[in-house]
C-alpha cells in the first residue's frame, strides 16, 4: 500500500514495476530485455536505476550467468501482485452482469411515484437484479447534498440543482380529479362551476390551501372551498372514498387508484400545468454500470404500463 505521507515527487518512477518483474522473471538483462521489447543496453540501464532505488544489486554473477539475490527472490511475489494489481485497476471495466450485482440503492421520491412506478419497478429488480435492494426514503427537506453521500436517486420536482448533480426528466403527467363512485355528481358533467362548487382534497406536502387551481379559478371569477390538504397521494384517495369530495391527483395515481378501489377518474376543467418529474444523481455515479441499469429501469417503469385515463 502507498505511503499517504508520500508526495508525488517522492513516488518512484512506477514504469520501472514492469521492467522489475521481467527481470526478475528472466533472472537475466538479456531475457528480461526480450520480454519488455527493448535493447539489452536499455535494460541494463533500467537495471541500474532499479539497483539504486532498492539499494540492492538484484542481480549477482553465478559463473557465466546471473542468479537472483535473497532480496530479489523475497521481492518476486509482490512485483508479481502489485504489477497484477495495477493492471487490473487500469484495465476497462467488463460489460455488466446484472444478474451478478450485489448492492443496495437508496431513492428518495413521494408516495405517488413509489405507489404507482415502485411495483413496476420492484418486479424487474427481483427479475432482474435479485441481489440488488432498493431503499424507499419519503420526501421532506430535501438537500441536494444528500446525493453526494446518502441518497443515490432522487425523485419529484428537481428545482435549483448544484453543479456536481446530474438530471433527466421523466414523464410528464396532467392533473386530474377522483371522487367515489358513489358520489352524487359522480355521474354528471363535471362543468367549471360545478368543480369549483364542490369540496376539494388536495396533496401539498407543505399544507398550502392556495395553489395554481385557485389562480385560475379566480381568473373566471370563481372560488373553491379546499376541505382538507394531505401530504399524499394516497391519502387523497383514501379521504374521496368516505366523502364527497374531489381529490386532485396526477392521472397515473388517479389510473391506479380506480383499479383497486371504487374511485371515478373526472377531467378537470381547467387548463393546468402538467406534473413535471425527473430524477437527479450525484456526478459520481453518472458512468457507474449499475446505477445506469437503475436508471433506465425507473424511466422505463414511470413510461407504463398505467396509462393516463382519459
Same mark, same amino acid.
Given at each position: 500500500?502507498?505511503?499517504?505521507?508520500?508526495?508525488?515527487?517522492?513516488?518512484?518512477?512506477?514504469?520501472?514495476?514492469?521492467?522489475?518483474?521481467?527481470?526478475?522473471?528472466?533472472?537475466?538483462?538479456?531475457?528480461?530485455?526480450?520480454?519488455?521489447?527493448?535493447?539489452?543496453?536499455?535494460?541494463?540501464?533500467?537495471?541500474?536505476?532499479?539497483?539504486?532505488?532498492?539499494?540492492?544489486?538484484?542481480?549477482?554473477?553465478?559463473?557465466?550467468?546471473?542468479?537472483?539475490?535473497?532480496?530479489?527472490?523475497?521481492?518476486?511475489?509482490?512485483?508479481?501482485?502489485?504489477?497484477?494489481?495495477?493492471?487490473?485497476?487500469?484495465?476497462?471495466?467488463?460489460?455488466?452482469?446484472?444478474?451478478?450485482?450485489?448492492?443496495?440503492?437508496?431513492?428518495?421520491?413521494?408516495? /405517488?411515484? %413509489?405507489?404507482? &412506478?415502485? =411495483?413496476?419497478?420492484?418486479?424487474? #429488480?427481483?427479475?432482474?437484479? +435479485?441481489?440488488? @435492494?432498493?431503499?424507499?426514503?419519503?420526501?421532506?427537506?430535501?438537500?441536494?447534498?444528500?446525493?453526494?453521500?446518502?441518497?443515490?436517486?432522487?425523485?419529484?420536482?428537481?428545482?435549483?440543482?448544484?453543479?456536481?448533480?446530474?438530471?433527466?426528466?421523466?414523464?410528464?403527467?396532467?392533473?386530474?380529479?377522483?371522487?367515489?363512485?358513489?358520489?352524487?355528481?359522480?355521474?354528471?358533467?363535471?362543468?367549471?362551476?360545478?368543480?369549483?362548487?364542490?369540496?376539494?382534497?388536495?396533496?401539498?406536502?407543505?399544507?398550502?390551501?392556495?395553489?395554481?387551481?385557485?389562480?385560475?379559478?379566480?381568473?373566471?371569477?370563481?372560488?373553491?372551498?379546499?376541505?382538507?390538504?394531505?401530504?399524499?397521494?394516497?391519502?387523497?384517495?383514501?379521504?374521496?372514498?368516505?366523502?364527497?369530495?374531489?381529490?386532485?391527483?396526477?392521472?397515473?395515481?388517479? /389510473?391506479? %387508484?380506480?383499479? &383497486?378501489? =371504487?374511485?371515478?377518474?373526472?377531467? #378537470?376543467?381547467?387548463?393546468? +400545468?402538467?406534473? @413535471?418529474?425527473?430524477?437527479?444523481?450525484?456526478?459520481?455515479?453518472?458512468?457507474?454500470?449499475?446505477?445506469?441499469?437503475?436508471?433506465?429501469?425507473?424511466?422505463?417503469?414511470?413510461?407504463?404500463?398505467?396509462?393516463?385515463?382519459?
Amino acid at each position: 500500500m502507498t505511503n499517504p505521507g508520500l508526495t508525488a515527487m517522492q513516488l518512484p518512477d512506477m514504469n520501472l514495476l514492469p521492467a522489475l518483474d521481467a527481470l526478475l522473471r528472466e533472472g537475466s538483462v538479456t531475457g528480461a530485455a526480450v520480454r519488455m521489447n527493448v535493447s539489452p543496453s536499455a535494460m541494463s540501464r533500467t537495471l541500474g536505476r532499479l539497483r539504486r532505488v532498492l539499494g540492492d544489486p538484484l542481480l549477482a554473477p553465478a559463473g557465466r550467468g546471473l542468479t537472483l539475490t535473497p532480496r530479489a527472490v523475497e521481492l518476486r511475489p509482490q512485483v508479481e501482485a502489485a504489477l497484477a494489481g495495477a493492471l487490473a485497476a487500469l484495465r476497462p471495466a467488463e460489460p455488466l452482469d446484472i444478474a451478478s450485482v450485489e448492492r443496495n440503492f437508496t431513492l428518495r421520491t413521494n408516495d /405517488a411515484f %413509489a405507489v404507482v &412506478v415502485g =411495483p413496476a419497478l420492484t418486479e424487474r #429488480v427481483a427479475r432482474e437484479a +435479485p441481489g440488488i @435492494r432498493l431503499r424507499f426514503l419519503p420526501e421532506g427537506d430535501e438537500d441536494p447534498a444528500d446525493l453526494r453521500d446518502d441518497v443515490d436517486l432522487d425523485i419529484g420536482h428537481l428545482p435549483g440543482l448544484p453543479h456536481d448533480v446530474r438530471s433527466a426528466p421523466l414523464a410528464r403527467h396532467r392533473y386530474v380529479a377522483v371522487c367515489r363512485a358513489g358520489a352524487p355528481h359522480a355521474d354528471e358533467p363535471l362543468t367549471v362551476e360545478r368543480f369549483a362548487a364542490l369540496p376539494h382534497i388536495t396533496v401539498t406536502r407543505r399544507g398550502r390551501l392556495h395553489g395554481v387551481v385557485d389562480d385560475r379559478l379566480a381568473g373566471l371569477g370563481l372560488r373553491r372551498h379546499v376541505l382538507a390538504t394531505v401530504p399524499s397521494h394516497a391519502t387523497a384517495c383514501f379521504l374521496a372514498l368516505s366523502s364527497d369530495a374531489l381529490a386532485l391527483v396526477a392521472a397515473p395515481v388517479a /389510473a391506479h %387508484a380506480a383499479r &383497486v378501489m =371504487p374511485l371515478v377518474v373526472r377531467d #378537470v376543467p381547467l387548463s393546468l +400545468p402538467d406534473v @413535471r418529474t425527473g430524477m437527479a444523481w450525484h456526478v459520481r455515479l453518472d458512468d457507474d454500470p449499475a446505477h445506469r441499469w437503475l436508471r433506465d429501469a425507473v424511466a422505463e417503469a414511470d413510461r407504463g404500463p398505467v396509462s393516463d385515463p382519459r
